[in-house]
T-cell receptor, first 112, second 112 residues
Framework: DTAVSQTPKYLVTQMGNDKSIKCEQN?????MYWYKQDSKKFLKIMFS???????INETVPNRFSPKSPDKAHLNLHINSLELGDSAVYFC???????????FGPGTRLTVL | AQSVTQLGSHVSVSEGALVLLRCNYS??????LFWYVQYPNQGLQLLLK??????LVKGINGFEAEFKKSETSFHLTKPSAHMSDAAEYFC??????????FGTGTKLQVIP
């Protein structure tokens, strides 16, 4: 069973479009995260939710909006996609803030 | 503020040789420290972690790391490199506000 899953695995789209990436964890964790990994492998945290409440909101354009319908899901919606949004986006979860994180397989977003 | 510095973005070792990946951190509070490994086209996987207690921690795949407070270091070692160890390795620190900061990663190449 996949612990942290993301869909889609690949996403190719045109500039200006709106897209969503979905994340689900079946570990019973309270905390979930979104990370962006650029072409140089630099990993940057974007958002973190604990018990469906936003606890970390890094300097991310307003075009990015996370949504947590329940503790097991954290989706990422991106409006008006730009070329610079091309990256691999990872979802992760942990039992609580500050605990080890379990990562999903990533979603490779390519904006043309 | 907390930070992580990984010395050497690329490290090459011969198969069977010692692996040493360096990580230095800064934190205003006693840190939790982690090493993650990322294989190509995959998410991050936890190798080992230090929270409290014994400063030498052992992880999966024969890796270990030692927390040295006086040197603010948490270097990752493995006595004998295997071809399957070739991957990207990330050091991470959780300090104040339970926020995680990742290093910029070290790509390990194992030469047959």
């Amino acid at each position: 069973d996949t612990a942290v899953s993301q869909t889609p695995k690949y996403l190719v789209t045109q500039m200006g479009n709106d897209k969503s990436i979905k994340c689900e964890q079946n570990l019973g964790h309270d905390t979930m995260y979104w990370y962006k990994q650029d072409s140089k492998k630099f990993l940057k945290i974007m958002f973190s939710y604990n018990n469906k409440e936003l606890i970390i909101n890094e300097t991310v354009p307003n075009r990015f909006s996370p949504k947590s319908p329940d503790k097991a899901h954290l989706n990422l919606h991106i409006n008006s996609l730009e070329l610079g949004d091309s990256a691999v986006y990872f979802c992760a979860s942990s039992q609580a803030p500050g605990n080890e994180q379990f990562f999903g397989p990533g979603t490779r977003l390519t904006v043309l | 503020a907390q930070s992580v510095t990984q010395l050497g973005s690329h490290v090459s070792v011969s198969e069977g040789a010692l692996v040493l990946l360096r990580c230095n951190y800064s934190s205003s509070v006693p840190p939790y420290l982690f090493w993650y490994v990322q294989y190509p086209n995959q998410g991050l996987q936890l190798l080992l972690k230090y929270t409290t207690g014994a400063t030498l921690v052992k992880g999966i795949n024969g890796f270990e790391a030692e927390f040295k407070k006086s040197e603010t270091s948490f270097h990752l070692t493995k006595p004998s490199a295997h071809m399957s160890d070739a991957a990207e390795y990330f050091c991470a620190v959780i300090g104040g506000y339970q926020k995680v900061t990742f290093g910029t990663g070290t790509k390990l190449q194992v030469i047959p």
